[in-house]
């Protein structure tokens, strides 16, 4: 029987694996969510600041600017991140931006802005699991639990200024 060395077994080599490997989410994968993520967050700081400015009840107008103080932080924790990977953080602004904008009805804006907080939700929770560094893992459930919030608190704003 051959003595064999641990030291290039797979077991003892696990933490040099790549992430891909281990089930977890590329660099470029990565890469690709968090600025997709971005786009959105800075869509969503646009339409709440635009829409705090144009609505006539203070309690929408309170709802869009805390909502917008949040995406505008959740572009700069995702622009932080890009960065820490060494990746540049996109520049554009997601297309939600323009179709939220277009809705002239303060309550269908906010439930479409709901809609897409939403989408938010189900992206974060089906990349999570997958996202292995421990610093932007609790960065984005932070962030989920925020726009759970956010569509909680926007729910019981549009059910009170319904006619």
């Known amino acids: ?4 060395s641990d030291a290039g ?17 590329t660099k470029d994968e990565l890469v690709g969510f968090l600025n997709e993520l971005l786009e959105a967050e800075r869509a ?11 609505a006539s009840a203070p309690q929408i107008a309170d709802l869009m600017l805390a909502i917008q103080k949040d995406e505008a932080r959740w572009c700069a ?4 991140h890009l960065k820490a990977i060494g990746a540049t953080p996109s520049s554009r ?8 904008m ?13 809609r ?12 999570l699991p997958r996202v292995r560094d421990d610093g932007l893992h609790r960065d984005l459930a932070d962030m ?16 009170a200024n319904r006619g």
Request: proline letters at 1%.
């Open 77 to 80: 924790m995702l622009s932080r």
């Open 9 to 25: 077994s797979p077991a003892c080599s696990m933490h040099e694996a790549d992430d891909g490997y281990m089930g977890y989410a």
């Open 102 to 114: 277009a809705i002239a009805d303060l309550g269908d804006r906010l439930t479409f802005l709901n």
């Open 144 to 159: 989920l639990q925020s726009h759970e919030v956010n569509i909680a608190l926007a729910e019981t704003v549009a059910s």
């Open 116 to 127: 897409g907080q939403g989408w938010v939700v189900r992206k974060l929770r089906e990349a």
């Open 93 to 100: 602004t997601g297309a939600f931006y323009e179709k939220a």
């Open 1 to 4: 029987m051959t003595n064999r």
């Open 44 to 54: 969503g700081a646009r339409v709440t600041l635009e829409t705090a400015r144009g």
